[in-house]
């Protein structure tokens, strides 16, 4: 096997879960864990090298988005893989025991231990678990832009409301103030009005000088 | 029939091999090591290392007890290939580096309906010989 000695930690550390296997022949050769801590972090299992005592596997981490990319055939697995800083390598011996790992910067792993540049997603070399995983992330997406949609929608209708509601507001401050200068003139006039009679009064009572 | 590994099927609840497999007369092509005697050319993975199936399901046991196989030469090449490219270079190193073929019999197991890319599980049965069968016809 490949010397990956200048890599080597004291353990994986990684409490994952196993989903399903994407890529089998007689075995196991990728296959899809989960953080057993948190459902959202995925990982992917690639059978990497053997020998008399163990087989390598590398593990890198894969997003949501890379993954929808590499099932709609736009990145391969190796870029799956590259997209990472850094990637996992675990020997395990026939007993699932943990003989070595290695944490290894991506531009670092072994030419032999990566896929091609032609390894895109192929329905018919994959197993029915991708198929089903594939169409899991179709159906969140699906969802997710619904839910998408629905927030612009629930936003323009927010906006749309609010504006409502200061049209609304400005009317009421033009009423009143239409309301306030009617009852201005109101006045107005009957303090003319007032005037004018007091004025009348006093002509009529006051002798007439002239 | 007398299965090769009818003691393994016993431990696992499905029915192993499923009700579907049936018997055939036919060529058949399968990947092996250098050395036809190879113990690996012939032993399935689940029976070779069967801890390796932990927390797999029993339908997943039971596959893991067949031998993979292939109609023809070029499916058998083309899947090769194929999962060279997905995994890596050397993958040869645990599927194998020869495409060897074997005209089979009803008598020799239960096998699966072929899918699209050629391939088919089968299910031995006891004493198949395969080693001295099967013969090497070319290199991958």
Known sequence: MENLENYKIASLGLALQRKGDLLYHEG??????????????????????IDENCNRWLIFKVTIENLTSFFEGSITLLQLIQNNQFVYFVDLDTDINEVNAFICPTNKIP????????????ESQYEKY?????????????????????EVLLIQLLAIKNKQQNQDTLLEIILN?????????????????????????????????? | MDFQFLEDFKKISVKCPPESYISKNMQVFRWVFDDITDERNFQPLFYRNPKKYLGASDWEKCKGLALSLFISEDFAKNRFYDLK????????????????????????????????????????????????????????
Not at chain 1, 195 to 209: A, G, K, Q, Y
Not at chain 2, 96 to 125: M, Q, R, S, W, Y
């Open chain 2, 85 to 140: 490219d997905t995994t890596c270079p050397i993958a040869y190193k645990v599927l194998g580096t020869n495409v060897a073929k074997c005209d089979i019999t009803e008598n020799d197991g239960l096998n699966e309906e072929p899918n699209n890319i050629g391939h088919f599980n089968h299910h031995p049965v006891k004493n198949h010989d395969y080693e001295n069968r099967f013969t090497i016809i070319s290199k991958l």
């Open chain 1, 111 to 122: 030419n032999d231990y990566l896929p091609s540049g032609k390894s895109f997603f192929k």
């Open chain 1, 28 to 49: 196991p050769l990728l296959t899809h864990f989960i953080n057993s801590e948190n459902a959202n972090e995925h990982y992917f299992y690639k059978w990497s090298d």
């Open chain 1, 177 to 210: 103030k239409l309301n306030r200068g009617r009852q201005n003139d109101e006045y107005l006039s009957q303090s003319i009005l007032l005037t004018d009679s007091i004025n009348l009064s006093r002509s009529i009572n006051e002798p007439i000088l002239n």
């Open chain 1, 130 to 150: 991708a198929l089903t995983l594939r169409n899991e992330l179709q159906k969140e997406a699906k969802s997710s832009k619904e839910n998408e949609i629905m």
